[in-house]
């Protein structure tokens, strides 16, 4: 599997690293930005369903917020199914947004006995209808 890589931001000043890159460091304020790359995968942190969409997305659209290298994060639209807590997912640039998509974590990063769940059902996000 290649995965893509992201574009993050580091503060020449402070070292802070965030997204976006498009303004002043968020903690010092500093202007000069230097830009990286890391690879495209991360940590769902949360995740959501919005049965009314706004404008432009189909319902159900879903959202995630992601921790991507160096404990930055970001909101990604979801392609698939709504991803668990702490599932690991695969981050690309989609025009002016973000896009993750569920990957099956790999044997070595199961480890320590955890029993792996089969498929994607029951997933524990899924809201009432
Ligand atoms: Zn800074």
Redesign the pocket.
């Known amino acids: 599997m290649t995965v893509p890589d992201l574009e993050l931001f580091r ?1 020449s ?4 690293r965030f997204l976006p890159g498009d303004g002043p ?1 968020p ?4 202007i000069r930005l230097e830009r990286y790359a890391a690879p495209g995968v991360g940590t769902v942190l949360a995740a959501t369903e919005l049965e009314v969409a706004q404008e432009g997305w189909n319902p159900p659209h879903r959202l995630a917020l992601i921790e991507v290298a160096d404990a930055v994060r970001l909101i990604a639209a979801v392609d698939g199914d709504l991803p668990r807590v702490g599932a690991p997912v695969e981050v690309r640039v989609d025009g002016l947004i973000y896009r993750a998509t569920a990957v099956e974590p790999s044997s070595r990063e199961r480890g320590e006995g955890d029993s792996p769940k089969a498929g994607s059902a029951g997933a524990p996000f899924e809201p009432p209808r």
């Open positions: 503060c000043a402070c070292q802070s460091c903690r010092c304020g500093g």
